[in-house]
C-alpha cells in the first residue's frame, strides 16, 4: 500500500516536528525504519514483468495505484511528491522500470528493497552513501513493455543515422510490439496490411506481396541488412515471417536508396529483432480460435551469468490451423535464440538463429476463377479447387550476428552479418480458363527452390565539429549476394472441363511430376555510402547523403519442347552489370518549436533491367526519384506522434517495346527496347501515432495514391492509371483504449481497414474483361483483461461484421487467381508471466 497509513499519521501528528528535520528525513531515515522492521513488509516483488496502467495525473495518485498494480509498498513524505504530475505509463513493466518513468524529471530519488520502496529527495552529504538509483529518461528504441503505438527512440532505417521520427525528412512508421500483441499481428503480411500507406496483395493463397505509393516493394530488412523479395521466384513465397521473434518494424515509405541499394522507390520494411534482457523474463503465451487454430508460444529472457554480461534469449512457437477454406490447414514450428556478450562496458557481440517451418496442405497454388469477362462467379468463401494430395512446404534458417564497440568520443563502429536459407517444395493445381470454349482446366504444378542470401555491413558513426558546433557523420560499406536454384515442372493437365461448383478434392489421384532444371541466378551488389547531419542552426538540420553501388546479375534459364521432355531444347544465359551507380539522399529539417518541425527531402534508388536496345546494350537502370515536404508533431513528451505529408514519386528510364523491330541489330530473333518509359505517383499522406490520451493509444492513417503513366510506347497508356489493383484512398485505424477506476483492468479496442475501388481490365482472345472490387471497409475488435498481474486474457475478433470481400484480384482472366478476404474469426489468447 501507498503512502502507507501508519506512516501517514505520525507524519500528521509530527508534522512541526518533521518539517524542522527538513532534508535529514530522506531516504536514509526510510531504509533504516524498513531494515529495523518500523514499516511491515511485504514478500518480495517479482522482478517480472507485470502488466501497468496508469494514465497521466497526479504523482501521488500514480504511486498509489502503482503500488496496487505491482504489489508494491511505497514509502514517501507528502511534500516530496507536492504538486508534481506524472506521465502516462501502461505496458508490460519491471517495478523498476515503472518507478523510473513516473519519476523521470522529478529529481526524486527510490531505493527498494524488494516490495518496500522509498522515496527521497537527495540533501547534500547525506545521500552519498546511499548509492540510490536515478531515474532518467532513457533514448532506447525497444518498443516491448513500452504499451505504447509509437517510440521516442532513434530509427537508423532511413539514413543510418539515429534519429528520432521527427528529426526524420521521409514518413516513417513504427509499428510497436503493443500493437503488434493488441492486433494479434502474427506474421509480417499483418503488419503491412496494418501499417499505414502499405498494401498487402496475394497471388494465390501463399504467395504475397506488398506495395506502397504504388509502387512494388521488393526489399525486406533484417536489423538493417537488406534481403531481396524479387532476387528469385521463391523470395514472395517466404514471406509469412513469424513476428514472435521481432520488436517492432520500422517502415520508410518512398525510395530508400541509402538503406537498399537497388530496388523500387516503394518503402523500406525493417524488422527488429528481439534483445535479451539483463532481467529474467519468462512468458508462455496460447490461443485457440475458430476453424481448429491454435497456437503456443514461449519466450525466456535473462542473464546467463552473475554481473549480466552474458544475455540469452529464447522464442519457441507452435502453431497448427485449419481454414475456412475446406480442405486447407497448415502446421508451423519456429525457434529463435540469441545471445549477447559484453567484453566490457564498450563492446557487444549478438549472435542469433531463427529456423522457422510451414507446412501447409490442401491450398492450392493459385486462388478463384472468374468468368472470361472477369465477372465474380459468386463461389462460396469455402470454397477450394486444391486436392487431398496437395502441399506447400517452406522452410527457413537464417543466422545474425554484430559486433558493436563505442568509443570515448560517442562514436561506434558496427559490424554486422545475416545468412539465409530459404526452401520450398511444393505440389499443386492452377486453373486455366479457355476463353472461346469457356472451359476451365486444372494443371498440375510441382515446384522445388533453394534460395541462399548473404547481406553484410561495417560502418562507423558518430559526432564531429565544424564551424563551432556540433554534427554526426556516418559511413560505411555493404556487401549482398543472392543465389537462386530454381526446378519445376507446371502444365501437367489434371481434368479439363472442370465443375467449379461442385468440385470434389479426393477425385483425382495424385500425380507423379518428376522435376527438370528450370532457372538459376545470381545477384551481386557491393556498397559504399556516407550520410552527414550537418547542424546549420539551433532550429535547422540538413542531411546530405550518397552511395555509389557496383551490380552484377548472372541468370540460366532452361527451355523444353513439350511437358514430357526431360532435355532442355534451350539454355540461356544473360549476364549485365552496374558500375558506379550514384544513390544521392538530402533533407532539411527545420524546428518550428519544440513540438513541430518542417521538412522536404529528395532522395532516389535504382533497379537494374535485362532489357537490351536496338544495338544490343543493356539498358539503363531504372531510377526512382522520391520528393516530399511534410510537418511532423510530437506531443506530450514523444507520446504522441502526427505527420502529414505531401510526396512526389517518379520512376524513369522503364523499359518498352520499339514498335519498329527492324532497326534492332538482333532482328528478328532479338527484341530490342528502349529506356523512355515514366511512371509517376504523387499524392498525401496523414498519420497519428500514440496517445492521444493518457489511457488512449491510437495508431491511424490515410493516404491517397495517384499514379499514372506519363511517357509509354502506346500512346494510349499515356494519362491512364498505373498498377489498377493497388488502392488510390486507404484509410487505417487502430485503437486501445484501457479503462480506468474499478474497471482498470479491462482494455478495449479495435481496428478499421477502409480501401477504395481497385480492378483490372482488357482484352483476352477478343474478349474484353474487367474484373473488379467495389470500395469496401472491415472492422476488428478486441478485448482485454488483467486477471493477475501475471495472468492477461485478450479477445481478438476478426472482420467483426462478416465482411466478404476480395483481398486480392487476378490481373489475367485466362489463368485467374482472386483471392478471398477472410470471414469473421474469433482468437482467445492467454498470456501468463512466470
Known sequence: MIDHPDMRKVINTSSTALRGLGSRFNALTISAMLAFGAVPAQSLAQETAVRISLPAQALNNSLIQLGEQASLQ????????????????????????????????????????????????????????????????????????????????????????????????????????????????????????????????????????????????????????????????????????????????????????????????????????????????????????????????????????????????????????????????????????????????????????????????????????????????????????????????????????????????????????????????????????????????????????????????????????????????????????????????????????????????????KPDIPLRDWFDSSIEQKSVYTTARLNLADRLKLILGARLDWFDYKDTSYGYSNFDANTPSSITRNQYNITRNVTKYAGLVYEVDNQHSVYASYTDIFKPQSYLDANQTVLAPIKGKNYEIGIKGEYFNGALNASATLFRLDQANRAYKLSDQTSCSGYPSQVCYAAAGLVRSQGVELEVQGAILPNWQVGAGYTYTNAKYREDANPLNVGQPFDTDTPRHLFKLSSTYQLTGDWHRWRVGGSVYWQSTIYNEGTSSGVNYRVEQKSYAIADLMIGYQATPKLDIRLNINNLFDKTYYSAITGSVPFPSNVYGEPRSVMLSLNYKL
Open 74 to 509: 511505497i514509502f514517501y513524505l507528502p511534500e516530496t511528491v507536492q504538486g508534481l504530475n506524472a506521465p502516462s505509463v501502461t505496458g508490460n513493466l519491471t517495478p523498476d522500470n515503472a518507478l523510473q518513468r513516473l519519476l523521470a524529471g522529478t529529481g526524486i530519488e527510490f531505493r527498494r528493497n524488494g516490495s518496500n520502496v522509498s522515496l527521497s529527495r537527495p540533501a547534500s552529504g547525506t545521500v552519498t552513501a546511499l548509492a540510490p538509483i536515478v531515474a532518467q529518461a532513457s533514448l532506447d528504441s525497444t518498443t516491448e513493455g513500452s504499451g505504447s503505438y509509437t517510440t521516442t527512440g532513434p530509427s537508423t532505417t532511413a539514413t543510418k543515422l539515429g534519429l528520432t521520427l521527427r528529426e526524420t525528412p521521409q514518413a516513417v512508421t513504427v509499428i510497436t510490439r503493443q500493437r503488434i500483441e493488441d492486433q494479434g499481428l502474427s506474421s509480417v503480411n499483418d503488419v503491412v496490411q496494418s501499417a499505414p500507406g502499405l498494401t498487402f496483395r496475394r497471388f494465390g493463397p501463399e504467395r504475397a506481396s506488398f506495395y506502397s505509393r504504388g509502387m512494388y516493394v521488393d526489399n525486406i530488412m533484417y536489423d538493417g541488412l537488406p534481403v531481396s523479395l524479387d532476387g528469385s521466384y521463391l523470395s514472395q513465397d517466404l514471406l509469412g515471417t513469424d513476428m514472435a521473434v521481432y520488436d517492432r518494424a520500422e517502415i520508410v515509405r518512398g525510395a530508400a536508396g541509402m538503406a537498399l541499394g537497388a530496388g523500387n522507390p516503394a518503402a523500406a520494411i525493417n524488422l527488429i529483432r528481439k534483445r535479451p534482457t539483463k532481467d529474467t523474463q519468462v512468458s508462455l503465451s496460447g490461443s485457440t480460435g475458430n476453424w481448429d487454430r491454435y497456437r503456443t508460444e514461449l519466450d525466456a529472457s535473462g542473464s546467463l551469468d552473475t554481473d549480466g554480461s552474458l544475455r540469452g534469449r529464447t522464442v519457441v512457437a507452435y502453431q497448427k490451423n485449419h481454414s475456412y477454406k475446406h480442405t486447407d490447414k497448415s502446421e508451423r514450428k519456429l525457434i529463435y535464440g540469441i545471445l549477447e556478450k559484453d567484453f566490457g562496458p564498450q563492446t557487444t557481440l549478438t549472435l542469433s538463429v531463427l529456423h522457422q517451418q510451414d507446412d501447409l496442405d490442401g491450398n492450392g497454388f493459385t486462388g478463384l476463377p472468374v468468368a472470361r469477362d472477369g465477372s465474380d462467379l459468386h463461389l462460396s468463401r469455402s470454397t477450394s479447387f486444391a486436392n487431398d494430395w496437395e502441399y506447400w512446404n517452406k522452410t527457413t534458417t537464417s543466422i545474425y550476428g554484430s559486433l558493436e564497440h563505442r568509443f570515448d568520443n560517442d562514436w561506434k563502429v558496427n559490424l554486422s552479418a545475416y545468412h539465409s536459407i530459404a526452401k520450398l517444395d511444393m505440389l499443386g493445381n492452377y486453373i486455366g480458363l479457355n476463353i472461346p470454349n469457356n472451359i476451365y482446366t486444372q494443371y498440375g504444378s510441382r515446384n522445388q527452390h533453394t534460395e541462399r542470401q548473404n547481406s553484410y555491413d561495417l560502418y562507423a558513426s558518430g559526432p564531429f565539429e565544424l564551424f563551432g558546433r556540433q554534427h554526426e557523420l556516418v559511413f560505411g560499406g555493404n556487401y549482398r549476394k543472392v543465389s537462386f536454384d530454381g526446378n519445376t515442372r507446371q502444365g501437367s493437365t489434371l481434368i479439363s472441363g472442370m465443375d467449379i461448383y461442385n468440385w470434389d478434392s479426393g477425385a483425382i489421384a
